[in-house]
């Protein structure tokens, strides 16, 4: 494994976030408008309502969401959780296609959902894997080095989020110690 990415989810795709309100069946208001939470807040943006929350999911200009639930009286929290799974594995499929890697499969083990992903060359293997419940995607990408591991991952990990941390592996300074000793 080269490098590991952890991401916090945002919201910054609209494609993704119709696909995950048909997948999990809410209802999704692209309108972008000011919504007055409970607390009196007001949140600018665009509403994603589940059939058995009372109050909406508001996802802001950021790609933030906001919600009031009133700790899971209001609306379970398991239904926003997955509805973020399904919008971040879309996300991240539309925009590996973009960068011209191939989707290979999206499989679902327990409350993980993994997606993989290769490049044209057959330099490498995204893998992304998201929780239902609530945590950080991972990113991690395997068979490749250097900062063609990076080049990988950089239009996915937009279209996901904002990266919270990323570990660099030793298969990611292979390409370095070769040259090294080439040079001695």
Not at 8 to 14: A, G, K, P
Not at 52 to 68: L, Q, R, S
Not at 79 to 107: E, M, P, S, W
Request: hydrophobic fraction near 35%; proline fraction near 2%.
């Amino acid at each position: 494994m080269s490098h590991s990415e952890n991401l916090e989810v945002r919201f910054y795709s609209t494609e993704a976030l119709s696909y995950a309100a048909e997948k999990v069946g809410a209802t999704l208001d692209m309108t972008v408008k000011e919504h007055k939470m409970f607390d009196g807040r007001r949140v600018k943006g665009r509403s994603v309502k589940f059939n058995d929350w009372k109050y909406p999911v508001i996802i802001d200009e950021e790609g933030i969401a906001t919600y009031d639930n009133y700790n899971g009286a209001w609306g379970k929290v398991e239904r926003l959780n997955k509805f973020t799974q399904q919008y971040t594995v879309d996300a991240a499929r539309r925009a590996a296609v973009a960068d011209g890697l191939t989707h290979i499969a999206t499989v679902e083990q327990g409350n993980v959902v993994t997606s993989r992903f290769f490049p044209a060359d057959g330099e490498g293997e995204v893998v992304l894997s998201v929780p239902d419940n609530g945590g950080a995607a991972l990113i991690d990408v395997v068979n490749c080095s250097g900062s063609a591991c990076q080049l990988l991952t950089a239009g996915l990990s937009r279209a996901v989020g904002v990266v919270q941390s990323q570990e660099l592996k030793q298969e990611y300074y292979a390409d370095q110690q070769v040259r090294n000793e080439e040079t001695l």
